[in-house]
């Protein structure tokens, strides 16, 4: 079975957007992505958090937003910061080294 990975960032127009482009093809993993940000180009809805087995934010306080936004449907799920700060382009070379190093012990 497939594990269900949610990668959240603040507006989803770089670095969970790259994250879901790596990840796309990976054969274990079902991938999606959102932001938080009351402007983000899609927003994160509470049906994406109840399907996600695992749930990776860029940054500390992308993980605040997120349990102050849908704190009770994380009962029993995984949620862990990535630490990878707003400093990048969509599918910049560093960026997707750095997801795949940093989303590594999680797959």
Not at 45 to 53: G, L, N
Request: one cysteine or more; hydrophobic letters at 50%; a negative charge.
């Amino acid at each position: 079975m497939k594990k269900a990975v949610l990668f959240l960032c603040s507006r989803n127009r770089l670095r969970s957007p790259t994250a879901e482009a790596i990840f796309a093809g990976h054969p274990d993993l079902e991938v999606d992505s959102a932001g938080l940000s009351p402007d983000a180009d899609l927003r994160l809805s509470a049906e994406q958090v109840e399907w996600a087995d695992l749930i990776l934010v860029m940054e500390e306080v992308h993980r605040s937003r997120l349990i102050r936004a849908f704190g009770k449907l994380l009962v029993g799920k995984r949620v862990a910061v990535l630490g990878i700060p707003d400093d990048y382009d969509f599918m910049d070379p560093a960026l997707v080294e750095l997801l795949k190093l940093r989303c590594a012990p999680y797959f």
